[in-house]
């Protein structure tokens, strides 16, 4: 098959998964060869094996980063520090894109940056929306599944005022704390301890915002 032949059949296609090189006019050994080869030439980039994109002068739309980390590992949704980040939880910048997952705890590191997911047992797989990203859609924890994400895979938290103060949590007022604590009676006892803190520090910090004002 010619490059050209390959670039019409999957220009409108944002990601290109090996799965479907079934369905192409090709012996499967064969096609694998070509791109293998169109990858060494930098025709196609490989985002993890078997997943590729185009390079920029063949590719037709800007890159939906946070849609390629849920493709990447399915199921998956954006957690922990990017959630954070993502709803100015948190003041620092979050370059990789962290996820959580109930497969294997994984990182893929490619041209788009590093992807990082964390495994977790199924029944602490839930919280999450769909949001808008360009053209394409992804899932991300909702802002109280993402706090709780973080307290549960940070082993180290164990919920007091001066770990929150060093996190430098911010607008906490977008935190529903009704919802905040239902989500917390699914995780085990450390993970509820640190929750039931949490909103105390966002009741404090909210009575301290409203008698400076």
Known sequence: MKFETFLQKYNNSAVIDSSSFTLLDEKLPDIRRQVSG??????????????????????????????IANYLVSPSYLSLEYALGYYDLIPEGVTVFSSVTTKKTQTFSNILGKFDYQ????????????????????????????????????????????????????NLEIIKLKRFHEFSQAFPRRVKKAAREFMEFIRQESRAYTTIR
Do not use: C
């Open 38 to 67: 169109w990858v060494k030439k930098g025709y196609l980039l490989q985002l993890r094996k078997g997943v590729y994109i185009f390079n920029n002068t063949f590719r037709k739309e800007m890159l939906p980063d946070r849609f």
């Open 119 to 170: 495994s977790v047992k199924e029944s602490l797989f839930f919280g999450y929306t769909k949001a808008a990203s360009v053209s394409h859609e992804f899932f991300i924890a909702l802002p109280e599944k993402a706090v709780l994400d973080f307290f549960y895979l940070r082993e180290d938290i164990k919920g007091s005022p001066g770990e929150f103060e060093a996190f430098r949590f911010q």
